[in-house]
């Protein structure tokens, strides 16, 4: 079953308001447009909507799913995240065992339940905004079905991203590395994680990985060209390397963001934060001249429009809006902001809970029309 799609040339750019952080501008995918999959949302009958960086997003005519309404996150979100979640973990079952809930963000994010539940949507949200695809890089299919094919998952956090890979490609061995042992006991057998910090020495043979992947890094690594550098070491001949990110920043293509917008202040001070930390939040804008300098070839960039919020006419557009809503409202972005406000800038939790609330207010009103850039940079290393 696919889904139909339209698309349509910007006749603007995206417009942030007057006190947004540092601007932000579409990037222009260089890939050849991919035929439309059946991504699990809607049917061949529902309007579907390209939302690579040079399209623009129409907001849908009905506004019923959104709301203005203190209550709405509470009481509608609760049924729609059971669904997904639902959904989610039986994607993960293997031979009749429901894997667990996956574990702490590497962020230093809370580990309870909550946020364990946030990292599964955030996998299912990724992998609903590239059209059910894992990732985007050109990697030949025969590369990762061969007897010996290795992929390597840096900071895999909950592995949820390596046990889907597992499953899709039972032949290559898989291994997800990170600081925390918060992945599942019961993974497929091609699978394993093991503790590891990505910014020291990789203890790995030169030449082993047919394909390196990396998501969400964002505030856990400082040197990105040393990363880059021993990717392009350990990786074979002709081996290939994706790295994705949201890039935070509200952006809109209507203008919709209101004058003194608390979302665009959160943002602005998302970014001072990480600064302060030495992990700037614009790094992916600097991966694909770093790749090159590093050596790789065929390196492309994807940039992918993220709904903050149901606004979107396209139905899958619209799950992955309100999936981003429910997890910015359930406090995913305030339990990060806040610890970096306080401990970080040195505010007051009092003064960001005033911006923070008029940020919620605006992800609730239909008639806000924002979204995020998601960030994608591959690159192959050379066969010679």
């Given at each position: ?13 995206p417009k942030t308001a007057a006190a947004s952080p540092p601007k ?296 992955v809006g309100k999936l981003e809503q429910i997890m910015i409202l ?40 924002t979204y995020v850039q998601f960030h994608v940079t591959y690159g ?5």
């Amino acid at each position: 079953m696919q889904q139909s799609r339209a698309s349509r040339s910007p006749s603007k750019s995206p417009k942030t308001a007057a006190a947004s952080p540092p601007k932000i501008k579409p990037e222009a995918t260089t890939s050849s447009e991919a035929p439309p999959v059946d991504s699990g949302i809607g049917s061949s009958s529902e309007y579907d909507q390209d939302n690579s960086g040079n399209h623009l997003l129409e907001a849908q005519d009905d506004t019923s799913e959104a709301s203005t309404d203190e209550g709405y996150a509470e009481s509608d979100a609760s049924s729609f995240l059971s669904s997904i979640l639902s959904e989610v973990r039986r994607g993960v079952e293997i031979e009749g065992r429901l894997y667990p809930t996956y574990g702490k963000h590497a962020y230093g994010m809370p580990m309870d339940e909550k946020e364990m539940d946030r990292n599964d949507l955030q996998h299912h949200k990724y992998s609903l905004l590239l059209r059910d695809r894992l990732f985007v890089a050109p990697v030949p299919d025969a590369q990762l079905t061969s007897s010996n094919a290795r992929i390597l998952d840096l900071g895999t956090g909950t592995g949820i991203w390596a046990i889907d890979m597992a499953d899709a490609y039972p032949s290559a061995e898989l291994l997800g590395v990170d600081i925390a042992a918060t992945q599942p006991p019961f993974v497929p057998p091609n699978c394993t994680f093991e503790i590891d910090d990505v910014e020291e020495d990789w203890p790995y043979r030169p030449a082993h990985f047919d394909f390196i992947h990396a998501r969400d890094l964002m505030t856990a690594v400082r040197d990105w060209p040393r990363l880059l550098a021993q990717a392009y070491t350990h990786l074979k001949p002709g081996g290939w390397i994706q790295l994705a990110s949201t890039i935070p920043g509200a952006l809109t293509d209507d203008d919709s963001i209101p004058p003194n917008s608390g979302y665009v202040e959160c943002g602005r001070l998302y970014f001072e934060i990480a600064e302060k930390m030495g992990a700037p939040l614009d790094a992916p804008r600097a991966w694909s001249s770093q790749m090159r300098g590093t050596g790789f070839q065929n390196v492309q960039d994807e940039v992918y429009k993220l709904p903050m919020g149901p606004w979107p006419r396209s139905k899958r557009l619209r799950t992955v809006g309100k999936l981003e809503q429910i997890m910015i409202l359930e406090g995913g972005f305030e339990a990060y902001m806040l610890r970096g406000y306080t401990q970080v800038l040195g505010g007051r939790k009092e003064d960001l809970q005033v911006v923070m609330a008029l940020a919620r207010r605006e992800i609730r009103d239909p008639g806000v029309h924002t979204y995020v850039q998601f960030h994608v940079t591959y690159g192959q290393k050379p066969l010679v």
